[in-house]
């Protein structure tokens, strides 16, 4: 982990690329290709306003490059009781890395299309 003295008491994190803060949750989502097709099931973890980690079960079909559609499921903070809107995101591929039978994909949220 890459650190920077920018005090003498005090170090800085300077490989962290997070911009926005991360939603202390996980949702469960569907990834679709530009025709609206299903792609594969995913969960969506460490969440932000600008973007998402998902994990999904790697497959022949799951793209590593270029854009996808992402359905999640997200709760709602303000309704108690586990109440989810559902929300509609056109993403680009940010990053991928291979975990096993898994895959972890970092997507940049483009565009709120529901």
Do not use: W
Not at 14 to 32: F, K, M, N, Q, Y
Not at 61 to 78: F, K
Not at 84 to 110: P, W
């Amino acid at each position: 982990m890459a650190l920077e003295q920018s005090h003498p008491d005090k170090q800085v994190n300077t490989r962290d690329r997070r911009r926005d803060e991360r939603v202390g949750t996980s949702a469960p989502g569907v990834l679709r290709d530009s025709e609206q097709r299903f792609i594969a099931k995913c969960v969506g973890i460490n969440i932000s306003t600008t973007g998402v980690f998902l994990m999904t079960h790697d497959t022949p079909e799951l793209p590593r490059t270029g854009q996808v559609y992402l359905e999640m499921a997200l709760p709602e903070e303000s309704i108690p009781g586990g109440v989810q809107s559902r929300t509609l995101h056109r993403c680009r591929i940010v990053r991928v890395k291979q975990l096993g039978d898994l895959v972890g994909m970092g997507v940049e949220l483009l565009e709120k299309l529901a």
